[in-house]
């Protein structure tokens, strides 16, 4: 019974338990790297870890501190490539 009194609905089989007949699906940005990559995905991906780095300090006292940070940093956790 529901809080006020009124018989609740009997529960379908699909609401009971849920159906193995059609697995979740897996979404593509969240696959895994394969161990075996292919050379472009590779130079890609070196490319990318070069990139991913601070400033440096040159750079800093040359533009009077105007750029202070890297605006383009990436977590490797936040934000995926998409490869």
């Known amino acids: 019974l529901t809080p006020r009194g009124i018989p609740r609905p009997p529960l379908l089989a699909s609401a009971r338990a849920p ?3 059609h697995p979740p699906r897996r979404r593509s940005h ?3 790297m ?3 990559k292919r050379l472009k ?3 890609t991906l070196a490319k990318k870890m070069k990139q991913n780095r601070p ?3 040159w750079i800093r006292m040359r533009t009077d501190n105007k750029i202070r940070y890297n605006m383009k940093r990436r977590h490797w956790r936040r ?3 998409g490869l």
């Open 41 to 43: 995905t590779k130079i």
């Open 55 to 57: 400033i440096p300090q």
């Open 34 to 36: 394969p161990s075996h």
């Open 19 to 21: 159906s193995l007949a």
């Open 30 to 32: 969240l696959r895994r």
């Open 79 to 81: 934000t995926k490539l």
